[in-house]
């Protein structure tokens, strides 16, 4: 009898909350898929989103809105005064920040919204824009997939290829929270075409303070440990004689797996050591001078060399800004607690007097299929 009772309590359940919630149209929504965060000449907030059209009456298939307001939320209000559906923020795939924008240390309490609202995607991706945000979220790519779909495959694949960071609101947050790194985010820049620049760099207050190359994005994250499967560097080697001419001929392209990196983190004289051990099995894929220039240990050596004084170049760098995306801080505050504890509130100052030492162990594993 039980049983039979639980059954139909089931089955009564289940039709009376089949019918909770209000059912909308598709067609009465306008599902946001880029939010955009910028501020015009005389500092106004600007915020701008761009949705997809359902009608197949349209003749545009995307819309895009921008006006000033206050906050992200103020400007739904507004939004839905110019928009025929219902915003919806559940669905947004890329938040557009304008350079603008972070050149203001407060500026991560506008996104306030995005952490407070549970139906905001928390996954989506974060890009810096270096201009204005409407000249990238105006873009209107004919050849090309539709501009949500095209920035958000443009990050992936470079994030597959280690030329880019992985930013989202979730690691976004937890980068300007946590003491111990700081954050840094994929840049883009919009001429003729929407094109990946590299990685903004923001200091501990979230204060951008400079941009990486592609080819520095790829050190750092092999310094950070976060390089995928596919991991390709063209380099020039100095110490081979170039003829001049036409064609560069000591440039050699080389694929590297199976990286293994150890730090060791020490406290002594008064400073934080840190001791990289990197070891990369390579491959050549590409190289323009003749094979017997150099023999396989040389060449073992000079990629070595070069590498090194590109990792240094970037440790430069980054210590000259006082600033950590490669979250060494997180290391010291492991390893070396107690006196961690004394400068983790200005953790960039004492990283820039700290010792980062890189040495590299090359092993060519594959010359390519016919030298």
Not at 91 to 98: N, S, T
Request: aromatic share 8%.
């Amino acid at each position: 009898m039980k049983r039979w009772f639980l059954v139909i309590l089931f089955f009564f359940l289940a039709a009376i909350l089949s019918s909770c919630g209000r059912n909308i149209p598709l067609e009465d929504l306008a599902i946001s898929l880029i939010l955009g965060v910028d501020l015009d000449e005389e500092d106004n907030l600007i915020i701008s989103e761009s949705s997809p059209v359902f009608n197949k009456d349209a003749k545009k298939k995307i819309e895009t809105y921008e006006l000033k307001a206050k906050t992200i939320r103020d400007s739904r209000r507004n939004f839905d005064t110019l928009t025929p559906g219902a915003i919806t923020a559940g669905k947004i795939q890329v938040l557009l920040i304008g350079k603008r924008v972070l050149e203001h240390e407060d500026w991560f309490y506008v996104l306030d919204t995005i952490y407070r609202n549970p139906t905001f995607s928390v996954n989506s991706r974060v890009i810096v824009v270096d201009g204005p945000v409407s000249d990238v979220i105006h873009y209107e790519p004919e050849d090309k997939p539709q501009l949500p779909l095209l920035l958000k495959e443009v990050i992936d694949k470079n994030i597959d290829r280690s030329r880019t960071v992985l930013a989202t609101p979730q690691t976004l947050h937890r980068q300007m929270y946590e003491k111990g790194i700081t954050p840094s985010i994929s840049e883009l820049k919009n001429g003729q075409e929407v094109e990946l620049a590299g990685v903004s760099l923001l200091d501990q207050n979230g204060k951008y303070v400079d941009t990486l190359s592609m080819k520095e994005s790829t050190l750092l994250i092999i310094l950070k440990d976060k390089q995928t499967e596919e991991l390709t560097l063209s380099i020039p080697l100095p110490s081979l004689e170039n003829e001049g001419g036409i064609f560069n001929r000591n440039e050699l392209s080389i694929d590297l797996s199976r990286i293994k990196s150890k730090v060791k983190t020490k406290y002594n004289q008064d400073k934080f050591h840190f001791n990289y051990k990197i070891h990369m099995t390579a491959n050549i894929v590409e190289q323009l001078f003749p094979s017997d220039t150099v023999n396989e240990n040389e060449l073992e050596k000079m990629i070595e060399h070069e590498l090194k004084s590109r990792f240094e170049g970037l440790i430069k760098k980054i210590q000259e800004n006082k600033i950590d995306p490669i979250g060494l801080g997180i290391y010291a505050r492991a390893y070396q607690y107690e006196q961690y504890k004394k400068v983790e509130d200005h953790w960039g100052e004492a990283l820039a007097e700290a010792n980062i030492d890189v040495s590299l162990d090359i092993d060519i594993k594959s010359m390519g299929a016919i030298n």
